[in-house]
């Protein structure tokens, strides 16, 4: 038996792969049951955690055996709303349509960061699609991405960003950048959405409630994955919700609910105007993702920030599924972690989360809501070996989630250097 003090770990990218490694004496969060399992071994092969033994289990002749006693293993965190592509906002010097360098760059921070799955919500499929295969293939360092389609009216794609996602081509007659009319063929464009790799329909803006069901309808016969805003100009919240979708994003928009042009200063802590519409989620099973930290660092949005905070803790608390989303994902030139640790760190600090409750906004949440709860989302037998080895307790401190030790995504380990 092979034994490796944690000093030698960065040997862990050739070991875990190959044969049974055995992380010995590591306590584990444990995201379903709301606690920290101590002095557990953890043994991975072939990119899965096999088995989860006591302190007592020393491995078998031939494994790989890596003592961490102390340290805490949480699961990968998951970015429920990222632009990759337009993450220029945070990288001054680069506009739309980034060199493949940049975002190379941008995903491999993400992965050091504790990233291990990232859902893309708008991008050029062309782009986005070959990088998501290539870290499927673990043929790159970065965090697996999910991305959509995204459907809207024709009037949203004289928007830039859609404009530059679809160089070459007209935005809004591109498979992944759809115009939806009223005598658009849906089956059609579903079609040829899936086809073009799309895990899921993003509903962005301009479409009427009647144009919302139809779309989730055919998207449901056809096993596509709805996502969208929670406002989209012609549909109240309330009736996107009820539509079949998947969860909604953005927070403050909730309040089109109760106006057509919201005060969003007027909602506070005490307000109960949107608890209906809470209640209406969580029977749905609709998830919510918030973007706490991009209305508190853009400063045109800084009117929204009371809004924001308010819903996120009422949902929380009326039991809607929260999912943690960053609406950019990091500033890696900037920035030492990816912005999901700020999102987080959000809902604790200013949305009344507990500890576990905002990390299982990143982890176990958002792996419920895109369907993939046997695979990621927690540290347990048979899912991926998707796991953050950590200094400290992040149950004590939710800032103890970038104590980062290393990464493990498919069970190859990815040592932080600082």
């Not at 993450?87 to 060199?99: D, F, M, Q, R």
């Not at 291990?116 to 991405?145: H, K």
């Not at 658009?184 to 962005?204: C, H, P, W």
Request: charged share 20%; hydrophobic share 40%.
């Amino acid at each position: 038996m092979k034994r490796i003090t944690l000093l030698v770990s960065i040997l862990l990218p050739q070991l875990i792969w190959g044969q049974s490694t055995i992380l010995k004496n590591v306590n584990i969060v444990d995201v379903i049951n709301e606690r920290v399992n101590y002095n557990q071994t953890i043994e991975v092969k072939s990119g899965r955690i096999i088995h989860i033994h006591d302190e007592s289990y020393i491995g078998k002749e031939g494994d790989s055996v890596v003592d961490l006693s102390g340290k805490y293993v949480m699961p990968g965190l998951i970015d429920s709303h990222t632009h990759i592509e337009h993450s220029a906002y945070w990288n001054k010097e680069l506009k739309y349509n980034p060199p493949r360098e940049h975002l190379l760059e941008l995903l491999n921070h993400a992965l050091l960061g504790g990233v291990t799955t990232i859902r893309e919500m708008a991008c050029d499929v062309r782009v986005v699609g070959e990088l998501s295969r290539a870290a499927q293939l673990n043929l790159i360092p970065s965090p697996n991405i999910i991305y959509p389609s995204v459907f809207a009216g024709p009037d949203f794609f004289k928007d830039p960003r859609s404009i530059a996602g679809a160089l070459g081509e007209t935005a809004g007659n591109t498979s992944w950048f759809r115009a939806i009319e009223d005598d658009t063929d849906l089956a059609q464009v579903i079609a040829e959405a899936k086809g073009n790799g799309s895990d899921a329909l993003k509903l962005y803006a301009l479409l009427s409630q009647e144009q919302i069901n139809a779309i989730t309808k055919e998207a449901i016969n056809q096993d596509m994955m709805i996502w969208g805003h929670a406002f989209t100009h012609f549909a109240k919240p309330s009736e996107i919700i009820a539509s079949g979708i998947n969860d909604i994003s953005h927070a403050p928009l909730l309040m089109y609910e109760i106006s057509d042009k919201p005060d969003y200063a007027s909602y506070t802590a005490d307000d109960k105007r949107l608890d209906s519409l809470f209640h209406l989620m969580k029977s749905n099973n609709v998830s919510l993702d918030p973007t706490v930290f991009i209305f508190e660092v853009i400063p045109r949005l800084s009117d929204m920030t009371t809004a924001v905070r308010s819903i996120t803790r009422h949902a929380n608390e009326a039991g809607v599924r929260v999912i943690a989303g960053t609406d950019s994902i990091s500033a890696y030139k900037e920035e030492p972690y990816p912005f999901i640790h700020n999102e987080i760190a959000n809902y604790v600090d200013l949305c009344d989360f507990t500890t576990m409750e905002a990390i299982q906004s990143a982890t176990i949440n958002p792996a419920i809501t895109l369907n993939l709860a046997d695979e990621i989302g927690s540290v347990d037998i048979g899912k991926k070996a998707n796991f953050i080895i950590l200094e400290r307790n992040p149950l004590e401190d939710i800032q103890n989630t970038r104590s980062i030790i290393m990464t493990i995504k498919d069970g190859i380990a990815y040592q932080r250097k600082e």
